[in-house]
Structures are given as C-alpha cells and as structure tokens.
C-alpha cells in the first residue's frame, strides 16, 4: 500500500464524519488521480496561510485541515503573547463554504480560552485589517481564495498590526500549525465555551469608511462632477457591501450596477474565474457601460481588497487598464495633490514591489519621495509601514497585481479606498479637461513610455512542481545573455539575502542595459510559474512580445 493510501485509510478508520468517509470511498474508485493529489501530502500552511481545493483529505480544504490550522495558531497565541484579554478578528468572503470554515475557526478560537470578534456577514479582507487594529485584536482570520476559481478556499492570517504575518511569526506559526499532525488534537468545541463570541457589523462598517473617507484629496472636484457615470461590479463577491456605499458617501450620484453579479454567490456563474486581471471578468460591466454611456467601470475580486478598471479611450471605447497603470496614476495624482495642497516634504514614502513597473519611481523622483522596493506580496509593503510608523507618513503604495492601499488605516491592500480614490482621480482629471485614459497619456509624455507584461504559466500535480524547479533552476545555471537584444548587465538572485537586502525568496531577476527587467517567480499560491516583463521607450510593446517569446513561448 502506497503512502497517501495509508494516510486515506487512516482516515476511513479514523474519528471521521461518516459524510467525509463516504466522500474518500467515492473519490477512491471514481477519480484515482484526485484520489492521490487528495492524499500525498498536507496542505501547506505556509507564511500567509492556507489556499487549496476545497474537498476531503490532507490536501484539501475541509473542515478538519481549518480546525487544525486554527489550533495550531491558537496554540501560537497562548505560547507566545502576554496579555488579560487576547483576541482574534473573523471574516469570510461569499465563497462556498466560507461561512461555515469562519464559523469553525471561532469556535476553536474560543474553545481554546481566545476571544472571537466575527463579522455578522461577508465583509472585505481589509476591513479585518482595519478591525484588528480597532478592536486590539492580537491577529485576524480571513476565509478567502481572493480571486482563484470556485473550486478553491483558503485561511489567511494578519498579525496585531493588521499585516499578514510576516518573518520572525509567520514561520513561528507554521511551525506550531505543523505540530497539529491528526484532527484529534483540535479543540474542536468546549462544554463551557472559556472564550467570548461578538459580531462585528454596521458600527465597524461606519467607522471604517469614515476614516477611509477623510484621506480624500478633492472633495471639490467631486462635488463639481458628481454626476460621473461609474459602473460598479463586485464578481459576486462582498465588495458589494461597501464600494457603492464609500462612493455614494464621497458625493457620486451616479453608481450603476451589473445586478446579476451583485448576487453573493461562490459558484461565480457569470464568470470563468472572479479576477478583475482576466478581461472575461469584466465583460458584463463594460456591456452595461456602454448600454449606460458610462465614463468609467471598476470590478472587484470575491474579497475586495484588489480592483480592476476599465476607461474611454480617444476613440470612446471601454478598455481595460492594467494593475501597473492604475497604481502609476493613484501614486501621480496622490503626489501631485499632497504637493499642491502642502502636505510633502513631512515623511511622506511610497511603497512597490520589485516586479511593478519603475514608472512609480520615476513619479516619486519627480516629487522627492522616498520609495522602498519590497518582495511580491502585500505583506511587505506593510511590513515597511509597521516599521516607519510614527517616523514617517505612508502615502500609498501598491503591486502590479492589481493590489493598492493608501493611507495607514489599513495594512494591506484595499479595494474600497482604491474605488474611492480613482473614482476622484478621474474627477479631478475632469476640472482639468482629462478623461483617466488622457491623464495616463500625459504621465507617459512627463516620464516616458513603459509596458508591461505578463505570462503565467500552470503546471499542475507532483510533475508540474517537478517542471516548475527545473525552469528556475535552469535559469539560475544559464541565465540570459541579453534581452530584446540588449545586453543583461545584472543579475539579482532573491535567494541570497545578503546580497539583496531582502528576505530570501525564489525570485530572479535579469536587467539589460536598456533599461528593461524581466523577472521570474513561481506563485506562493497557485501552480504556476510567473514571467513579469518591463520595457521602456517607444518601442516596448515589440519588446514585450519579443521577451514573451524569448522566455514563455
């Protein structure tokens, strides 16, 4: 008998629900390869958490893999922080089985002696951040897959200061949850619950959008052009709740809505997958732009913490602008105001990650703004303001992924102040006599043209990992001589901190002497591998094409 063979009967014998065994008996005798990638290993808890298909096994996300992740954090808390009242923040987006996994990490929470702040209803990944902090909560739970198809959930931790976790805890916690070997360990419920149980609902709703409410910039500019058509679409996610309602309050008259997709559903049936990046997500909303006449769109994913936009080009068509060009313009218009109305030259910095455009770098020169370079993920940018806090001012920052946050009220990225903020960019543009697609034009002609791309590549199962290894280790050994042509005049290898500065991670990156960047990572979340490619100059979309070819064909 095979390993996960082993480790499935263990389960057939163990103290399962009989629902879950009759699941595993299926699964053996109808699909043996999902059989297999069902069993052969434990879903990794990594440092941001859990992220899998959802279903029966060790591999999978079901109500056990939760329970035994939230005792190992549990187990975490009570070990390593001091204090009369330790509490965690609970949400959950409108995923299947989300409410139910959110309902089962409280009550280990709770059965473990922890108190539970939960959200009464679906609410965004960012305003757990911003409840963290708000309540004093030592950490925060979110029930998410953000934007990967129906088929996937997942559990992602924040820490006190509302970040996700990141190094000396995130490792600490994994290595806790790591303990947590067979369901049995779990304190799954108590005769006494020791902990307390609290909903969070409209109370928190209204503090977090009034704060995030005065980082506005132009409050004129939307009351001379609150009639802005702006079509609004969750993807059936909980973004629902409260982007229209931030957009409404900022003084916009004019939200239009794509109703199938207002409905809260985990099945996403109006789309292949519920990510504001792919350009099927945003069909519908851009159809009732032009039914509407509508001047801008804008889409969040399920937990609303990343946004998508679409905007009139010259000709009067939707298109689609991408993550780089919407942080390019939030971060052009958040300087130009803070300089305009006097607030520079106080600690204000910004914050990007190595793979998003140089275009933000630019921008900040021009203004004489710090701006710090982090690994991918959001967790980082917080991180940079967890450790400036009191020392400087964190005017925004963000990733190529579609990710942006300004402001300090919340550590991570936030869909809710990015609508709010392009939805006043746009009206500020408009006293200027600019649509957002002319205002993108003007920042290329003040700090050149940059392109950007991207290509993903999906190798599943144990042989797509396999493939996944072998791609990056031959890049390590025979990296690129030149890219486009020009010759690559450096090399940086983020799996040697002492070199970058930077924590290590699986990342390379090749700089030509051009001024163009290619750079390689495989996702922390999904089984991919990533090619992230930047040209300048007049030429950068033939470049980018060229690079495609070169490294993703």
């Known amino acids: 008998m095979k390993e996960y063979e082993k480790t499935a009967q263990s389960w057939l014998d163990g103290d399962f629900d009989q629902h879950t065994k009759m699941q595993i008996l299926a699964l053996r005798s109808e699909d043996p390869a999902g059989f297999e990638d069902a069993f052969y290993k434990n879903l990794e808890f990594g440092t941001g958490g859990l992220r899998g298909i959802m279903g029966v096994g060790t591999n999978r996300m079901n109500k056990y893999t939760v329970g035994m992740a939230t005792q190992g954090l549990a187990n975490y808390i009570l070990g390593h922080v001091k204090g009369e009242r330790l509490s965690v923040v609970i949400s959950y987006d409108s995923r299947n089985n989300s409410k139910e996994f959110a309902r089962i990490a409280a009550d280990v929470m709770c059965a473990n002696g922890i108190d539970v702040d939960i959200f009464d209803n ?101 009351a001379r052009h609150s009639e802005l058509k702006i079509v609004y679409t969750p993807l059936h996610g909980c973004g629902v709740r409260l982007v229209p309602e931030i957009l409404s309050r900022l003084g916009f008259k004019n939200i239009i809505h794509v109703p199938q997709q207002d409905i809260s559903d985990g099945n996403f049936p109006t789309v292949v997958s519920p990510n504001p990046e792919e350009p099927a997500a945003l069909e519908l909303a851009i159809a009732k732009a032009e039914e509407t006449g509508a001047d801008l769109v804008l889409a969040t994913d399920p937990d609303a913490d990343r946004m998508g936009i679409a905007v009139r080009d010259e000709s009067g068509k939707m298109v689609l602008m991408n993550g780089n060009q919407t942080a390019s313009m939030l971060t052009y218009y958040a300087l130009t105001r803070w300089s305009e109305l006097g607030k520079l030259g106080k600690g204000g910095y910004v914050v990007k990650t190595i793979v998003t455009t140089e275009l933000i770098t630019d921008i900040c020169k021009r203004f004489d703004v710090p701006v710090y370079n982090v690994l991918t993920g959001f967790k980082y940018i917080a991180e940079v303001v967890k450790r400036l806090e009191g020392k400087g001012q964190f005017i925004c920052g963000g990733e190529e992924s579609y990710g942006f946050n300004i402001g300090e009220f919340v550590r991570d990225k936030d869909a809710q102040v990015s609508c709010m903020m392009i939805a006043e960019c746009a009206a500020w543009a408009a006293d200027q006599g600019l649509t957002l697609w002319q205002l993108m034009r003007k920042i290329y002609r003040e700090f050149g043209y940059r392109k950007e791309g991207l290509v993903s590549l999906v190798r599943k199962g144990i042989s797509g990992a396999q493939e996944i290894q072998a791609i990056m280790a031959d890049l390590r050994n025979n990296p690129p001589k030149a890219l486009c042509g020009s010759p690559v005049t450096k090399v940086i290898d983020y799996l040697e901190p002492d070199k970058t500065g930077q924590p290590s991670s699986n990342v390379l990156q090749f700089f030509d002497e051009a001024g163009d960047v290619v750079s390689v990572r495989p996702s922390g979340t999904e089984p991919k591998i990533k090619f992230y490619f930047s040209a300048c100059g007049d030429d950068a979309d033939a470049k980018i094409a060229a690079l495609k070819q070169q490294f993703a064909a």
């Open 122 to 222: 679906i609410r965004p990944t960012p305003e757990m951040s911003y409840a963290i902090r708000k309540t004093g909560a030592v950490a925060g739970i979110m029930i998410t897959a953000s934007h990967n198809p129906k088929e996937y959930n997942g559990y992602k931790v924040s820490w006190s200061d509302g970040g996700q976790v990141t190094s000396p805890v995130d490792k600490e916690i994994v290595a806790e949850v790591a303990k947590i070997s067979d369901p049995s360990q779990v304190k799954f419920k108590a005769d006494v619950r020791c902990g307390e149980m609290r909903t969070l609902g409209k109370e928190m709703d209204d503090a977090y959008l009034s704060d995030l409410l005065s980082l506005s910039l132009s409050p004129e500019s939307v």
